[in-house]
């Protein structure tokens, strides 16, 4: 059963209907016509495979930072620790929003400047990855627009919420390895994402899955040019649950590599993140506790990073 198509095409009315479909049943859902050039997307996976293909001494020279921006060795990351018997199949790369590191802002976690590859070595590296970064960037925008008209909110809600987003790209390499579910190896280990909007563009290999119904695995694969968007933990908390935020995991059954480019659409660090007046019947209690975005996302970093932990500490 494939999850629903939001159309950018269609009708304001008619895509925040769809979506709210989306998100209720599914918390899954594919974006098509959103204006972003599939050449960029070509050029942006070229850039990622060139860069995974360094030697591991190189990429470790921009290896993650205090401000989570840098390279992930394979293994760094365990998103199902209850499960798994190692770390997931994977490297990776994080991206953030530029911050100077001397600035106010600089001075929060998960916020900095950004690691590039040696330009020696990947000339037009950076400018392809910022290039798509900021495309990726505007279409939250103007996803977050539609979400808020699906809620009943003014389509300009949720904008005093992203003046400052944390917003994080991340490249994967999915070694050719063969996930093993029974004996707890998997590309990415089962999870909800934490924050907001996941954007997801992969290199066409199956292996993402959901659980929707607490039991059954189902495929969710990719549709050429269209963008699979889910929702994280934070939108389930602001949506008192209404909205879903899904199980998934990454399982490799085909023994060949696999690249994806997760975009991480989250709000300002310091946003209050509570049960929307819109989403509680009269004399309903909230069924989270008040939150930040950066409370929550610092919370659920630390259990699933080697060593975050300590390197936000130091």
Same mark, same amino acid.
């Given at each position: 059963? /494939?999850?629903?198509?939001?159309?950018?095409?269609?009708?304001?009315?008619?895509?925040?209907?769809?979506?709210?479909?989306?998100?209720?049943?599914?918390?899954?859902?594919?974006?098509?016509?959103?204006?972003?050039?599939?050449?960029?997307?070509?050029? =942006?996976?070229? /850039?990622?495979?060139?860069?995974?293909?360094?030697?591991?001494?190189?990429?470790?020279?921009?290896?993650?930072?205090?401000?989570?921006?840098?390279?992930?060795?394979?293994?760094? @990351?365990?998103?199902?620790?209850?499960?798994?018997?190692?770390?997931?199949? +994977? @490297?990776?790369?994080?991206?953030?929003? +530029?911050?100077?590191?001397?600035?106010?802002?600089?001075?929060?976690?998960?916020?900095?400047?950004?690691?590039?590859?040696?330009?020696?070595?990947?000339?037009?590296?950076?400018?392809?990855?910022?290039?798509?970064? /900021?495309?990726?960037?505007?279409?939250?925008?103007?996803?977050?627009?539609?979400?808020?008209?699906?809620?009943?909110?003014?389509?300009?809600?949720?904008?005093?919420?992203?003046?400052?987003?944390?917003?994080?790209?991340?490249?994967? +390499?999915?070694?050719? @390895?063969?996930?093993?579910?029974?004996?707890?190896?998997?590309?990415?280990?089962?999870?909800?994402?934490?924050?907001?909007?996941?954007?997801?563009?992969?290199?066409?290999?199956?292996?993402?899955?959901?659980? =929707?119904?607490?039991?059954?695995?189902?495929?969710?694969?990719?549709?050429?040019?269209?963008?699979?968007?889910?929702?994280?933990?934070?939108?389930?908390?602001?949506?008192?649950?209404?909205?879903?935020?899904?199980?998934?995991?990454?399982?490799?059954?085909?023994?060949?590599?696999?690249?994806?480019?997760?975009?991480?659409?989250?709000?300002?660090?310091?946003?209050?993140?509570?049960?929307?007046?819109?989403?509680?019947?009269?004399?309903?209690?909230?069924?989270?506790?008040?939150?930040?975005?950066?409370?929550?996302?610092?919370?659920?970093?630390?259990?699933?990073?080697?060593?975050?932990?300590?390197?936000?500490?130091?």
């Amino acid at each position: 059963m /494939q999850v629903p198509v939001v159309s950018l095409a269609a009708p304001e009315a008619e895509a925040a209907a769809v979506l709210r479909r989306a998100c209720i049943e599914d918390g899954f859902f594919y974006l098509t016509d959103h204006g972003i050039p599939e050449e960029l997307v070509a050029q =942006t996976f070229e /850039q990622q495979r060139a860069f995974f293909s360094l030697p591991l001494q190189d990429k470790m020279r921009i290896a993650a930072n205090k401000a989570y921006r840098g390279y992930t060795p394979f293994a760094d @990351e365990t998103l199902d620790p209850q499960h798994s018997k190692r770390g997931d199949t +994977h @490297e990776g790369l994080y991206y953030g929003r +530029h911050v100077d590191e001397d600035s106010e802002e600089g001075k929060l976690p998960l916020h900095g400047p950004n690691q590039w590859p040696d330009e020696a070595l990947l000339p037009g590296y950076r400018r392809v990855t910022e290039a798509y970064w /900021q495309a990726v960037r505007q279409l939250g925008g103007r996803l977050l627009r539609l979400l808020a008209l699906s809620l009943g909110l003014p389509a300009d809600y949720f904008a005093p919420y992203f003046t400052q987003p944390m917003l994080f790209l991340r490249p994967l +390499h999915y070694s050719a @390895e063969k996930s093993d579910v029974s004996d707890g190896l998997f590309g990415a280990g089962a999870h909800t994402d934490y924050g907001m909007l996941t954007f997801l563009r992969t290199d066409g290999e199956p292996g993402l899955q959901i659980c =929707t119904d607490g039991a059954t695995w189902r495929d969710v694969l990719p549709i050429p040019g269209a963008f699979i968007v889910n929702l994280g933990d934070m939108l389930c908390r602001w949506t008192n649950g209404l909205y879903r935020s899904t199980l998934h995991r990454v399982v490799n059954t085909t023994g060949r590599e696999r690249y994806s480019c997760a975009y991480f659409f989250e709000p300002n660090f310091d946003a209050r993140v509570e049960a929307l007046p819109q989403c509680l019947e009269p004399g309903e209690e909230p069924k989270f506790l008040p939150t930040t975005a950066g409370a929550h996302i610092l919370e659920r970093y630390n259990a699933t990073h080697a060593g975050y932990g300590a390197a936000t500490a130091s």
